[in-house]
């Protein structure tokens, strides 16, 4: 997924797993 590739910035790791993957249960 695209997300992997932003999770290298650190910050916009939860946010790329959000947008990318889908929302997991907590």
Same mark, same amino acid.
């Given at each position: 997924a *695209?997300?992997?590739t !932003?999770? #290298?910035?650190?910050?916009? *790791? !939860?946010?790329?797993?959000?947008?990318t993957? #889908? &929302?997991? &249960?907590?």
């Open positions: *695209t997300g992997y !932003i999770v #290298k910035s650190g910050s916009l *790791t !939860i946010l790329a797993n959000f947008c993957e #889908k &929302p997991r &249960p907590k």
